[in-house]
């Protein structure tokens, strides 16, 4: 079992910058979240959720999606079991709880939301003037 916590989020104004964190933990001795792809979403009031970027485990390859593409950056810290979102340029449409969410993901491309096994309770980013 991993527990994920989120931290970071707040209030910001539009043109603004955040950095999360997705720290991980498990009770298995010797864990590490290098073996698990690292995904980021987001769910705004009266929205589905959605998928914001991932970071694979192997090759530390990056997906973005298109609303966040150019000023969202995915990384993850090895030996520290944490994963950052460093938010650059927010704008007030980012408004929403983010998760982060892990899986081990032996297939190709990349995994949907219903394939993560792992998620945290969120953390509530603010953009607003």
């Known amino acids: 079992q991993v527990q994920l916590v989120e931290s970071g989020g707040g209030l910001v104004q539009p043109g603004g910058s955040l950095r999360l964190s997705c720290a991980a933990s498990?009770?298995?001795?010797?864990?590490?979240?290098?073996?698990?792809?690292i995904g980021w979403f987001r769910q705004a009031p009266g929205k589905e959720r959605e998928g914001v970027s991932c970071i694979n485990s192997d090759d530390g390859s990056t997906y973005y999606a298109d609303s966040v593409k150019g000023r969202f950056t995915i990384s993850r810290e090895h030996g520290k079991n944490t994963v950052y979102l460093q938010m650059n340029s927010l704008k007030p449409e980012d408004t929403a709880v983010y998760y982060c969410a892990a899986v081990v993901w032996l297939r190709l491309g990349v995994p949907t939301e219903n394939d993560y096994d792992y998620w945290g309770h969120g953390t509530q980013v603010t953009v607003s003037s």
């Open positions: 498990a009770f298995t001795s010797g864990f590490t979240l290098d073996y698990y792809v």
